[in-house]
């Protein structure tokens, strides 16, 4: 098992941006998708984006036109550009690792969260 880290949170002003990144060794091999999810305080986690394997990607309606995901498969890592930020972004962000394509190993649902970046957004 590999637990992914994540990196890049911070606090921004609304209408900034920032990227995150998610690390996780054995994420290209295992030709594994990446979730990226974010928690509110006091709020359930809430699926935000998806990569995967194949390079397809899916976002939540919330983030839309303003997140991208991508991955640098050398680096066995996902980002998330986060721009045109709103205080609502404002969460704990973690990734996962999924098996989410015909080719993704059993590995790929194996590995636990993150630890998770935090985004504050100000108004």
């Known amino acids: 098992q590999v637990q992914p880290v994540e990196s890049g949170g911070g606090s921004v002003q609304a209408g900034g941006s920032l990227r995150l990144s998610c690390t996780a060794p054995?994420?290209?091999?295992?030709?594994?998708?990446m979730d990226w999810y974010r928690q509110r305080t006091g709020q359930q986690r809430e699926w935000v984006s998806s990569?995967?394997?194949?390079?397809?990607?899916i976002y939540a309606d919330s983030v839309k036109g303003r997140f991208t995901i991508s991955e640098d498969k050398d680096k066995d890592t996902v980002l998330l550009q986060m721009n045109s930020l709103k205080p609502e972004d404002t969460a704990m962000y973690s990734c996962?690792?999924?098996?989410?394509?015909?080719?993704?190993?059993?590995?790929?649902?194996?590995?636990?969260w993150g630890q998770g970046t935090q985004v504050t957004v100000s108004s």
């Open positions: 996962k690792t999924s098996r989410m394509y015909a080719l993704s190993t059993r590995w790929c649902d194996s590995n636990p």
């Open positions: 054995g994420f290209t091999s295992n030709n594994c998708g």
């Open positions: 990569i995967r394997a194949d390079g397809l990607t």
